[in-house]
């Protein structure tokens, strides 16, 4: 290692890519390679994406493909740091990630909308037709549709993307509809028609994998492999620095050799565009080096200030999570209908009898209102009623305080909306993880000033407002009902953790601050889109503010997270940006 590749466009030195493109790609990654593909595909302009990572022949989650990042110290959550999970590979995130191939609902994205001051097209409708556009489901196998009862409505999907969404077999499972069937009956869960609907409820649902070969679809795969485009080329271990500019219009980026320090840096022009698609953590950085972001910031760094953007590295969210909420069973369930005789057998024997017929992935995806019938009301009054700097990092300016005031209005009205998704819980248990997927505080990726090109201070900030341990402990109280009452309460199931010692809201507060992890390796919005004067880094079109010829198109440009896994989004995003990038700049 380094891996090289099998493709001859793909280049490893300086020396050996042109001079100038017409448009520059920083970051190979999910976002950076669906634009690539997008905008050399008719052939007339040329495209380079440079990326930090290598080709590589596995995939997966593996430090080698990995940043090596530690967060700081958080104090909310006693004190404890943790590891930033974030892909360097050719592929990006989208090699490395989990394939949990899930979308947001509604709301979530019509709350983009609401945040980019009027006339905005990020909303639900706006992005639907890029979520076609970026994925192909392949349909359940009839047997697997009927044993589980999966539903499914392409209207929701695509069928040209190379991107596939396909359900899982995961070998017969002994009680899997039992746990789905008592979710189903909790009060206030939905079944939608299909996970994709832009609707919360409990669903099978896809993950990103390729249903002929039964291997992982990514960006890669999905947008580089079959390609072999003339004008499509790839710099590989190659570290952009900073961004060119002639005034205020970018004009093309510097690079570092990632491996060797005896290399000087290299240019490279951009005639008609820089894109910016190193992920939420590094396009921060990229951005502070070539002079935009927060200026006293920049000062320390003895950096000169091209554009001042104090929402810059601000504004990051990511889901947590506790990872078990332990319960052993009573009695085993076992779905009535299950072939006790089939499932007794080895792994292998079961898979070879039941092609296709294995349980897919199932999720419960939950609004608040269902969490907590009892107290998300008053949840969201005491959110609504918080004075918005309160909690907020101490550096922000008053732009940013007003942007949280924006985002504090929109999610005061969400915590009583069923749409959104706040909890989200991967059925397998008895008992699991419990998921946050929609945290109130806001953290910060900042450069090191005495370091600028070292690694970035990851800072969740979690659990700084009080609201998401309150949250949190309104999850722990739903698992408890769902495992306890309803159809398991027959099961007898006997917890564990946090333990029948654990009652009292304080009590399971203090146990959440313990158990807490700041991150799923969904890090958003530190570039986000919204208008400058609410913070703001881009603008509708996703142009950085202040500047002409420079787009973002990665994870750090959503202004608040969605209630799903981020892939899914991050391809429907950068299908969007392509578009607008095409007509900005005369694609024909
Ligand atoms: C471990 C893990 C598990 C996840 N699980 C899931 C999941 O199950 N389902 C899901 O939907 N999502 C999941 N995600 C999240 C999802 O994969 C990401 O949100 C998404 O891929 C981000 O896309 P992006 O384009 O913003 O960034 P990335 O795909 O991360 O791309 C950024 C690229 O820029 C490169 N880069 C960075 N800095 C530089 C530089 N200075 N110069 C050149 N190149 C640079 C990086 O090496 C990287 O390849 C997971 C992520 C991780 C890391």
Not at 50 to 78: A, H, V
Not at 123 to 149: D, H, M
Not at 155 to 160: E, K, P, V
Not at 294 to 318: C, R
Request: a negative charge; glycine letters at 10%.
């Amino acid at each position: 290692w380094p891996t090289t590749s099998p493709y001859t466009n793909v280049k490893t030195r300086a020396e050996q890519i042109e001079a100038e493109y017409d448009y520059v790609i920083i970051g190979g990654g999910t976002s950076g390679l669906t634009v690539g593909d997008r905008l050399s595909e008719n052939g007339k302009y040329s495209v380079l994406a440079i990326e930090y990572g290598y080709f590589d022949t596995q995939t997966g989650m593996n430090p080698k493909r990995m940043f090596n990042i530690t967060s700081k110290p958080q104090p909310g959550l006693n004190d404890r740091t943790f590891p930033v999970g974030i892909g360097c590979v050719v592929g990006g995130s989208s090699c490395v990630n989990g394939q949990v191939f899930l979308r947001g609902t509604k709301e979530e994205y019509n709350a983009w909308e609401t945040l980019g001051g009027g006339n905005s097209t990020w909303n639900w409708e706006g992005l639907l037709p890029y979520f076609k556009k970026g994925i192909t489901l392949s349909p359940p196998e009839p047997v697997q549709a009927k044993n589980y009862n999966i539903t499914y409505d392409m209207a929701y999907w695509g069928t040209t993307s190379k991107i596939f969404g396909t359900f899982g077999t995961n070998y017969l499972q002994p009680y899997i509809k039992v746990l789905y069937n008592a979710m189903k009956n909790m009060p206030g869960i939905a079944v939608p028609v299909d996970s994709g609907a832009g609707e919360p409820g409990l669903y099978w649902y896809p993950i990103s994998q390729d249903p002929i070969k039964y291997e992982r679809s990514y960006a890669r795969s999905g947008h580089w492999d079959d390609l072999n485009r003339g004008n499509y080329e790839m710099l590989v271990g190659a570290k952009v620095t900073n961004i060119l500019f002639d005034g205020t219009t970018a004009t093309g980026v510097t690079f570092t050799s990632r491996n060797s320090s005896d290399t000087p840096p290299a240019q490279v022009k951009a005639r008609r565009q820089v894109i910016l698609a190193a992920g939420a953590v590094h396009t921060p950085q990229i951005l502070m080096r070539s002079g935009i972001g927060p200026s006293p910031l920049l000062k320390d760094a003895d950096i000169p200030v091209l554009v001042d953007l104090p929402g810059v590295g601000s504004n990051f969210q990511d889901h947590s999570y506790i990872r078990n909420i332990a319960y052993s069973w009573g009695t085993t369930p076992t779905d009535s209908d299950l072939d006790l005789e089939l499932f007794n057998k080895p792994r292998d024997i079961i898979a070879a009898r039941a092609p296709g017929g294995g349980a897919p992935s199932l999720a419960a995806m939950i609004g608040l209102p269902v969490v907590t019938p009892d107290k998300y009301e008053a949840l969201a009054q005491a959110y609504e009623s918080q004075d918005p700097a309160a909690y907020l990092p101490s550096n922000y300016e008053e732009t940013q305080i007003e942007g949280y005031k924006q985002q504090q209005k929109v999610w005061a009205k969400l915590m009583r909306s069923t749409n959104p998704v706040f909890l989200e819980i991967m059925l397998h248990g008895p008992g699991g993880a419990i998921q946050n997927l929609h945290c109130m505080s806001r953290g910060t990726i900042l450069m090191d000033p005495k370091d600028p090109d070292g690694e970035m201070q990851v800072d969740y900030r979690a659990a700084s407002n009080p609201v998401d341990v309150d949250v949190m402990v309104e999850m722990i109280k739903f698992m408890r009902r769902y495992m306890t009452t309803g159809d398991l309460a027959q099961y007898e199931a006997k917890e564990s953790l946090p333990g029948s010692n654990i009652i009292t809201d304080s009590e399971l507060a203090a146990w959440a601050k313990e158990q807490i992890i700041p991150s799923v390796y969904h890090p958003i919005g530190t570039a986000a889109k919204m208008p400058r004067e609410w913070g703001g880094v881009v603008d509708e079109d996703l142009q950085v503010y202040g500047t002409t010829n420079l787009t973002i198109i990665d994870a750090s440009i959503m202004p608040t997270i969605v209630g799903a896994t981020t892939s899914m989004t991050v391809y429907a995003v950068a299908e969007k940006a392509a578009d607008i990038i095409k007509a900005r700049t005369g694609w024909d």
